[in-house]
């Protein structure tokens, strides 16, 4: 009898290997120094295959900014309870986010640091994933202002400069928290959570920072 047949590993499971094996050396050593030839060294597979099934460097660094672009946008979404007081929201939101991105360093580092860096297409498929956390996040926050200032109709576009300041937020200390020993995504979401919603929660009373007068500066000589 002859020798078991080798069995074929399915296009679409092959493929993800080639991206996990992509997302960890753009991730790592940054798209202009990663080289196919490593890329098909990690997945197991020949450089040819790469070829065929992503056809080019570029292609294949536009589906590993999509595919992990959509499993962060996935993972916060999925982590808020759209049930819960608003501030609960926002603190698991941030706990899903920050805890996306320590467990995949390097897709973060694909999608804050290569993909922006690199030039179009790859700056606007980062943008486009930004832009959809942001409204998910002003929707939270709409909501919640709505709720406290008991107006309904309230326009997103009114709290939409805070989700932008809180996503931006949100973006550097994920870098630094994922480059910083001994910090943990539930520490990282604690500390913008204080900072934000200390904030966030005097908005939603009523009480806004306006600035005091400025000082007047007298008209005579100054004296040393």
Not at 112 to 117: M, Y
Not at 201 to 208: E, K
Request: some cysteine.
């Amino acid at each position: 009898m002859g020798g078991a047949r080798t069995k074929r590993m399915p296009r679409a499971v092959r493929e993800q290997q080639m991206l996990d094996a992509a997302v960890r050396i753009f991730g790592q050593r940054g798209y202009m120094a990663a080289s196919m030839d490593e890329i098909a060294e990690l997945a197991g597979v020949s450089k040819p295959l790469v070829y065929l099934y992503l056809n080019s460097k570029e292609d294949l660094f536009t589906a590993c900014i999509r595919r992990e672009a959509t499993a962060l946008t996935q993972a916060v979404r999925s982590g808020v309870r759209t049930d819960l007081p608003a501030d609960r929201q926002l603190w698991d939101g941030l706990r899903a986010f920050f805890a996306h991105t320590a467990e995949h360093p390097d897709a973060w580092s694909v999608l804050h640091l290569q993909a922006r860096t690199h030039g179009e297409p790859f700056a606007t498929e980062a943008a486009a994933m930004r832009r959809e956390i942001v409204a998910f996040v002003t929707r939270l926050v709409a909501i919640a202002a709505r709720e406290a200032h008991r107006d309904p109709d309230l326009p997103e576009h009114e709290v939409a400069g805070l989700a932008e300041a809180l996503v931006g937020a949100a973006e550097s200390l994920a870098a630094w928290a994922n480059g910083t020993p001994g910090v943990t995504a539930r520490q990282a979401a604690t500390t913008l959570m204080n900072f934000a919603w200390s904030g966030l929660g005097n908005l939603m009373r009523g009480n806004s920072w306006t600035p005091s007068a400025e000082p007047t500066q007298g008209r005579g000589e100054l004296r040393e």
